[in-house]
Nanobody, 131 residues
Framework: QVQLVESGGGLVQAGGSLRLSCAAS????????MGWFRQAPGKEREFVAA????????YYDSSVKGQFTISRDNAKNTVYLQMNSLKPEDSAVYYC????????????????????????WGQGTQVTVSS
């Protein structure tokens, strides 16, 4: 079982940057694909970015590709999401998740969702981007 705790959210002006962190505890953290999702009010939770266990393969939704960067430090059991050039539409609660399965589309975008037997989420961290 993996426990996840997100941090780093806050209020930022449009064009600004934030770095989110997801600290994991529990066994076999380093073997999981880890990722970030977000949920805005009245909308479904959507995939943002994910990274494989070694950190050499990343997956992004097309809406954030080139704007967000995901990374991980297995020695610290932490996954990061660097968010640049933030826009008001990036405002949401951001959730970290472990044990993902990812698929690349032909357009260069990707989508990830919890793999069979996994449903591990953090409590979320609020990101608010003002215009």
């Amino acid at each position: 079982q993996v426990q996840l705790v997100e941090s780093g959210g806050g209020l930022v002006q449009a064009g600004g940057s934030l770095r989110l962190s997801c600290a994991a505890s529990g066994r076999t953290f380093s073997t999981y694909i880890m990722g970030w999702f977000r949920q805005a009010p009245g909308k479904e939770r959507e995939f943002v970015a994910a990274i494989n266990w070694s950190g050499d393969t990343t997956y992004y939704d097309s809406s954030v590709k080139g704007q967000f960067t995901i990374s991980r430090d297995n020695a610290k059991n932490t996954v990061y999401l660097q968010m640049n050039s933030l826009k008001p539409e990036d405002s949401a609660v951001y959730y970290c998740s472990a044990g993902l399965s990812c698929v690349r589309s032909g357009s260069g975008s990707s989508t990830c969702s919890p793999a069979a037997g996994f449903n591990t989420w953090g409590q979320g961290t609020q990101v608010t981007v003002s215009s």
